[in-house]
């Protein structure tokens, strides 16, 4: 049964335009509460979103959330075999090989190969989703009965075991022979191909992993893979067993990889030949696995995988860790939780665990894989079809999911699919209805992603969006992170559009179930205030009556380049270039004129403007401070406090380990010279200076230090030195 939305179940009062519903919650914290700025600028960054982030692994909850991707895979798809439904369990249970994957199947359905896969085309069917990820066995074998448990005496090859093997070589067969000793997966492609349609139908596999966390396999299945994966095997593996999906179904999106976590981003788990020879050459393994894919497509004259996948399960700590907290008691966990997805894109967050002490320079973890996407395989896509923060049963797993939602939305993640970690899930559902179904209606967030902010990331987060380039209606989904105190948050609105009014539906300790909770009347100057309950997560829909489209001149419900090249044409009089008015009225003087067609042109590249990226960084002495690594060949941009009026005199240091030593002739040198002078900024009436520059390449250490401060005293003629211990290093973002 999908979610349903509940009214507050008490009469709401009005105060200023804003209707605030009289729970409980918001009574007793109406005195115990903080404020919060949030902007929504349309004006600025927009980027279309992925429709497949809102999806779920197939673990039967279908029927209880509104998905938009699912996918079937985990360990014991390892050792599946098609042919006959079998699979072992690996060290997950005994090594038991068994027909667990089709329990609870009709007897008819258990016994049609292929039964697993058919069933995730049926059950996505009757739940209206379209996008279905199936699982490619690579890891070597798969179960040949059904019989329990395999002993280490029985490792493969053995009569327990049949051998994968990636193309079969010979004609395909719709009755797979299920004597010999082989189990094909082109073989398995082409059986899903001629049964469900091919992955361009609605009842086809549109996606296959090549397998699953690989790095793994001597652990999860030490029977059937006992050696350690090393790196060259998974590319062999995945250049091969891709090249098979591609050769029956080209249309079919392949996702290599499936890491299971930050230790095998960075080393594929220590594997032996990449401590030996290929960390010295990558910063982590993800770029090395993006090269020799990229060097696989050139090879095969075809791209092979559509996308890298991983698996992240937050290690972020409190009184435990986050992902195995089952005692929702424990608050240093659910403040931990609710911060825990700032990993994924926040460089000024620094989670306390093991990874944020010892490897922060893989944080954070959205931005540093496509960083090597773009320097070693671009157009490659970013996967995340196992992730989960925990919390399920309670409301900071709530918080937390819609985080992570919007920050794969910020960050160009292509699918994600949530894996439960226990059986009581219902506000991680709850969380992704909220972005699908928030109404219960089928209502949505949009498919446009806006720039929206909040005054503390560490409070709150904000995720804007619109539909296409209509700005009539707003959709937000704004948290609050506080254990105790409701929050007041000031939300204004940059746009053409003047908005009327809000409906807020949310998610709150009380219930996993999405509540309509407020409304707001008469918005004056896109500017609103509503109180949101400690520990909440809300969807505000903000909506526009009469709105006008600026900029949409031929009427396609869509602002962009045809649109400008529309009007260049009717101010110039080229015949039957005909626009709609008043859309084409940029600055609605009652006439399309030049500046209209300007206008338009510059807000088109304002869309497109690069996104900042907050950067951590500590100070390490009186005016100098120490820059996160991993800004090398980024714009930097500082943002300083000072004096008013005052100036100050900047540089900057970094260790460089390409650069030869002219002391000592060996690589590695300490680089801050003429050439590394930044000069000199003058601080406005706020006492706010900003200063840009771009950051050498291969720039380790970075440091800026403020070398002069001062200001000039008329009375002298000449400046009057200060001690530049009161210059303060607010913020350093890249781009």
């Known amino acids: 049964?999908?979610?349903?939305?509940?009214?507050?179940?008490?009469?709401?009062?009005?105060?200023g335009g804003v209707v605030i519903p009289p729970s409980s919650a918001l009574r007793t914290q109406a005195a115990n509460s903080y404020d919060l700025s949030v902007n929504v600028n349309l004006y600025g960054t927009q980027k279309t979103i992925s429709p497949y982030i809102y999806g779920i692994n197939d673990a039967g909850y279908l029927d209880d959330v509104t998905a938009t991707a699912v996918r079937q895979g985990g360990n014991r798809y390892s050792a599946y075999n098609w042919e006959n439904n079998y699979s072992n369990a690996g060290a997950d249970w005994l090594h038991s090989s068994d027909t667990y994957l089709t329990t609870g199947y009709d007897s008819s359905l258990a016994s049609t190969p292929g039964a697993c896969a058919i069933h995730l085309s049926q059950d996505a069917q009757a739940n209206n989703v379209d996008y279905k990820v199936a699982t490619i066995q690579?890891?070597?074998?798969?179960s040949a009965d059904k019989n329990g448990s395999v002993s280490t005496s029985e490792a493969p090859p053995s009569s327990r075991w049949k051998q994968v093997v990636a193309t079969k070589g010979s004609a395909f067969s719709l009755t797979p022979d299920t004597t010999d000793d082989y189990v094909y997966m082109d073989e398995y492609v082409n059986y899903l191909v001629q049964t469900l349609g091919d992955s361009t139908t609605s009842t086809g596999i549109q996606a296959y992993n090549l397998d699953n966390e690989p790095s793994l396999w001597s652990s999860t299945h030490s029977i059937m893979h006992s050696d350690k994966t090393t790196c060259e095997e998974i590319v062999s593996k995945s250049t091969e067993f891709a090249s098979a999906i591609k050769s029956v179904d080209p249309n079919a999106e392949v996702y290599g990889l499936a890491l299971f976590g930050v230790g095998a981003y960075m080393s594929f788990n220590s594997a032996s030949d990449w401590e030996s020879t290929y960390s010295?050459?990558?910063?982590?393994?993800?770029?090395?696995?993006?090269?020799k894919m990229q060097d696989a497509e050139v090879a095969s004259g075809k791209r092979l995988i559509d996308a890298i996948d991983l698996h992240y399960y937050s290690e972020d700590t409190g009184q435990c860790r986050v992902t195995a907290c089952t005692d929702n008691t424990h608050t240093s966990c659910v403040q931990a939780r609710v911060q825990a997805p700032r990993s994924l894109y926040d460089a000024t967050y620094t989670e306390n665990s093991w990874i944020?002490?010892?490897?922060?320079?893989?944080?954070?973890?959205?931005?540093k894989v496509h960083d090597s996407i773009n320097t070693y395989y671009p157009g490659t896509k970013l996967a995340m079809t196992e992730y989960n923060f925990g919390g399920g049963d309670h409301i900071s797993g709530a918080i937390a999911q819609a985080d992570a939602l919007g920050a794969f939305a910020a960050n160009d993640v292509y699918i994600a699919t949530l894996w439960p970690l226990t059986d009581s899930i219902d506000y991680q559902l709850a969380a992704i209805d909220l972005y699908t179904n928030y109404d219960g209606n089928g209502s949505s967030f949009g498919d446009t992603l806006v720039a929206s902010s909040t005054s503390d990331i560490s409070?709150?987060?904000s995720y804007a969006s619109i539909n296409g380039s209509d700005a009539s209606k707003v959709t937000m989904v704004l948290t609050n992170k506080s254990l105790d105190q409701a929050q007041n948050a000031t939300i204004t609105l940059a746009s053409d559009a003047d908005y009327s009014s809000a409906a807020v539906y949310g998610i709150t300790g009380d219930s996993s179930e999405i509540q309509f909770m407020q409304t707001v009347d008469n918005i004056e100057n896109n500017s609103f205030t509503l109180q949101i309950p400690a520990l909440s997560v809300v969807q505000i829909e903000i909506t526009s009556d009469g709105y006008v489209m600026l900029g949409d001149v031929n009427n396609d419900g869509s602002v962009d380049i045809n649109d400008a090249s529309l009007m260049k044409d009717y101010i110039h009089r080229v015949p039957e270039s005909v626009v709609s008015y008043p859309q084409a009225d940029m600055n609605e003087n009652g006439k399309v004129e030049i500046v209209d067609y300007l206008t338009l042109v510059r807000r088109l590249n304002a869309y497109y403007i690069p996104v900042e990226t907050p950067q951590s960084f500590e100070e390490i002495g009186t005016a100098k401070w120490k820059i996160k690594d991993g800004v090398d060949g980024k714009t930097l941009?500082?943002?300083?406090?000072?004096g008013s009026g005052y100036k100050a005199s900047l540089g900057y240091g970094y260790w460089d380990p390409v650069a030869i030593d002219e002391s000592t002739g060996e690589a590695g040198a300490w680089i801050q010279n003429d050439d590394t002078s930044l000069g000199s900024i003058s601080f406005n009436s706020s006492?706010?200076?900003?200063?840009?520059?771009?950051?050498?390449?291969?720039?380790?250490?970075?440091?800026v230090e403020v070398y002069y401060y001062a200001y000039y005293d008329q009375s002298l003629g000449s400046d009057v030195e200060c001690d530049k211990a009161e210059v303060v290093l607010q913020s350093v973002t890249t781009h």
Do not use: E, H, R
């Not at 941009?637 to 000072?642: I, S």
């Not at 006492?687 to 440091?703: H, R």
């Open 356 to 367: 944020g002490q010892w490897c922060s320079q893989y944080l954070p973890v959205l931005p």
């Open 637 to 642: 941009t500082c943002t300083f406090a000072g």
């Open 280 to 291: 010295s050459q990558y910063d982590w393994f993800v770029s090395y696995y993006l090269d």
């Open 459 to 461: 409070l709150a987060t």
């Open 1 to 15: 049964m999908k979610k349903k939305v509940f009214a507050a179940a008490l009469a709401a009062v009005t105060l």
């Open 687 to 703: 006492g706010i200076a900003t200063l840009s520059f771009v950051v050498p390449d291969n720039a380790q250490s970075l440091q």
């Open 138 to 142: 690579m890891a070597g074998y798969a």
